[in-house]
């Protein structure tokens, strides 16, 4: 049987306040969660992350991989113990097993977080 095609809409949702990793600072997101039987993306987030805000550094399983996508603001990505700044266009791929986190700049950074399970 084919797999249904959906459209989430993120207008639509709720934003969450989250603390993320280990951060003390708040951040905001919104989540589509799929029927994990029916595909392999765990979730998509979109987060909304306030000036000098962060995503505390994190290591995910084997299992899974993360795709961030900024699409507003600037920050600095931590990449398994290089930093390097992002900004609108850039896609970055948290790779199975490495350890990542995020700090947002002196402006709101907006970013698409997708988790792959392998």
Not at 38 to 50: A, G, Q, T
Not at 58 to 68: L, N, P, Q, R, V
Not at 70 to 95: F, T
Request: charged share 25%; net charge negative; proline share 5%.
């Amino acid at each position: 049987m084919p797999e249904t095609a959906q459209i989430h809409r993120f207008e639509e949702s709720q934003w969450e306040v989250r603390r993320s990793w280990g951060s003390d600072t708040d951040i905001f997101g919104v989540r589509y969660d799929p029927l994990a039987a029916e595909s392999n993306i765990r979730f998509v987030d979109l987060v909304k992350m306030p000036p000098e805000s962060y995503i505390g550094l994190h290591t995910h399983a084997a299992d899974s991989e993360e795709i961030y996508v900024v699409v507003r603001g600037e920050g600095v990505m931590q990449l398994d113990g290089k930093e390097e700044p992002v900004s609108p266009g850039d896609v970055i791929r948290n790779a199975a097993g490495g350890t990542h986190g995020l700090r947002c700049g002196a402006t709101e950074l907006w970013l698409v977080v997708v988790e792959v399970v392998r």
